[in-house]
């Protein structure tokens, strides 16, 4: 099973509704969740499957412009890290493919706004930001769901021209300890600075 489908909204934080967070979170999480639970029966029955999901690079480098979509695929990043979790062990694998920027309709409708903006001709935009094309990720995505890609679970690979690259998952960094019982302003002010530079 490959969950693909995306929609997103592009504006500035403040102008994000709440139904409109609501449409993209939607679509972009809950729809990935909802074929996932509906493919999972017969997955199960049969002790094997692959479940790919599709995130996007908007979420780890906090892409402005597309709250919504951002925080939608971070949500299906850790629902393919949940599925891998709960799934792997019983002969499902569940991975997550960050494609590069994309030839898709949803591109498109970027393509002609940033054409709008700036004056350039399509064909510089598609040079400029690199734009693959679908057939690009294709391989990948049918190799994670074949017999030979069956024991490959938990990863997010991002492709973009002639790379693949794993992205890793949040780990921990340094950590500050706390001397008595509780944090005062002034430790934090003195020690949480050097933690978060």
């Known amino acids: 099973m490959i969950n693909n489908a995306a929609i997103e909204f592009r504006a500035p934080l403040e102008k994000h509704s709440a139904a409109t967070f609501e449409r993209v979170l939607s679509v972009n999480v809950t729809g990935s969740f909802n074929c996932m639970k509906a493919a999972m029966p017969l997955m199960l029955e049969q002790g094997a499957g ?3 999901n599709t995130t996007s690079g908007a979420f780890w480098e906090g892409t402005e412009g597309v709250a919504a979509y951002s925080a ?3 949500g299906a990043f850790s629902l393919t ?7 792997a062990s019983r002969g ?3 991975n997550c493919i960050a494609p590069g920027a994309t030839r ?7 393509i002609s706004q940033l054409g709008a903006k700036t004056d350039q001709a399509e064909e510089e935009i598609l040079a400029e930001w690199g734009i693959q094309t679908a057939e690009n990720l294709a391989p990948l995505a049918v190799f994670l769901c074949s017999e030979a890609g069956s024991a ?4 997010v690979f991002e492709v973009w021209g002639d790379r693949i690259q794993r ?8 950590s500050i300890v706390r001397e008595g019982e509780t944090w005062t302003f002034a430790a934090l002010a003195e020690s949480l600075s050097r933690l978060a530079s």
Do not use: F, Q
Request: net charge neutral; aromatic share 2%; glycine share 8%.
């Open 92 to 94: 499902i694998s569940c």
């Open 167 to 174: 992205i890793a998952a949040p780990v921990r960094g340094e």
């Open 50 to 52: 692959a479940i790919v």
């Open 72 to 74: 939608s695929k971070a």
């Open 81 to 87: 890290l949940s599925g891998h979790s709960e799934l």
């Open 104 to 110: 898709t309709r949803m591109v498109d409708a970027w």
């Open 152 to 155: 490959i679970s938990g990863n």
